[in-house]
């Protein structure tokens, strides 16, 4: 098991300061708190080689929980093991096999060059010359940095630095990487990069990758197995396929136009039971549950009439999660 936390647990304090001058006075004396319970009893094992996208709306607490698995914050209960190691009580040891990267804030040297980050990195991580340029060479090529290595890092563009922070995140051969949101803000180009060289790294290297997003595409082309996160608490935790078997009934659907307008759309009795019309004028969109196939429903509604434009649609992550936490 390389990554095995138990019963994880934060919450945050926060002083509130009171509203104007009342408040400002009230503050003086007495300091007003609350909680907040961003993590509360989360379980999550990974074995070697997984890489599981972990996904939940905003303020889920997906970010606290990486901080406590990468040693950034102490949990205020349950345990965390990362390779065996308790990250908090051995910061060092445990910074050797991981990898981070946070999307909204920069790990790198602000006035570094790229080249330089790294041969920095280089000498704190102790990585051996033969690996370090062989590490480079691959990610330099893959991740098409040659056009900008020589920039110093607040003059890279979004996309120019994402690619960076994420080579620099690897060089050392950590056995588990941690992304948060390492897609945001990056336009369809860098996307694709992005996800190709996440699937590489964790098909050849065998790096163990969780894996914050908020874009479906990510998840759908990266994550088999997928843990939701909501209000702190986990509501589901398992294969891709079997959220959306779960999840997603009713929420395929086959749109079309029709050639000519008809007063009824009429369905065989055995598919009309499973099926929900809606209709604007000539265009309609039939949604079905998963007991019916796309396919027959498309060859039966082409045997009545006579249509353009058709499209299927599946379910989209973010509705699944929606249903995971309606239970
Ligand atoms: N340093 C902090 N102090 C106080 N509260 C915090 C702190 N960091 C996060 N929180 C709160 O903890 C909860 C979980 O936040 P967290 O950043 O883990 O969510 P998230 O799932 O990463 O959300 P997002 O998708 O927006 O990044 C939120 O209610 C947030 O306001
Ligand atoms: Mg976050």
Redesign the pocket.
């Known amino acids: 098991m390389v990554i095995q936390a138990t019963g994880l647990t934060k919450d945050?304090v926060?002083n509130l300061k009171g509203k104007g001058l009342k408040g400002m006075a009230k503050s003086l004396f007495k300091s007003e708190k609350k909680t907040?319970h961003?993590v509360q009893d989360v379980n999550l094992q990974m074995d070697e080689g997984e890489l599981v996208g972990y996904i939940?709306p905003?303020?889920?607490?997906?970010?606290?929980t990486i901080k406590m698995l990468s040693g950034i914050l102490a949990p205020t209960a349950g345990s965390v093991r990362v390779c065996g190691l308790d990250p908090q009580k051995r910061r060092i040891q445990n910074a050797m096999n991981i990898g981070a990267v946070f999307g909204q804030k920069t790990q790198l040297w602000w006035d570094l060059p790229v080249r330089e980050t790294f041969e920095l990195l280089r000498r704190m991580y102790n990585i051996p010359a033969d690996r370090y340029k062989k590490n480079v060479d691959e990610f330099m090529d893959f991740l098409d940095m040659g056009p900008f290595a020589d920039q110093a890092v607040r003059q890279l563009s979004l996309g120019q630095r994402m690619r960076a922070e994420i080579a620099a995140s690897l060089l050392h051969d950590p056995k588990v990487l941690f992304l948060d949101e390492p897609t945001i803000g990056l336009d369809v180009n860098v996307k694709v990069a992005v996800r190709e060289f996440v699937k590489k790294i964790n098909k050849e290297r065998g790096v163990t990758i969780l894996l914050t997003t908020?874009d479906l595409q990510d998840i759908e082309e990266l994550a088999k197995r997928i843990v939701v996160i909501n209000h702190g608490q986990v509501g589901f935790d398992g294969s891709q396929a079997e959220l959306a078997r779960k999840y997603a009934d009713g929420k395929h659907s086959v749109s079309f136009t029709l050639q000519q307008e008809v007063s009824d759309i009429l369905l065989p009795e055995g598919l009309a039971a499973h099926c929900t019309i809606q209709r604007e004028g000539r265009n309609v969109k039939v949604m079905h549950d998963s007991s019916v196939s796309s396919s027959d429903l498309i060859v039966a509604l082409v045997q009545r009439y006579r249509l353009t434009d058709i499209d299927i649609e599946g379910p989209q992550i973010e509705d699944v999660v929606m249903e995971v936490y309606r239970e």
Do not use: F, R
């Open positions: 945050y926060i907040v961003a939940g905003n303020g889920a607490g997906k970010s606290t908020h």
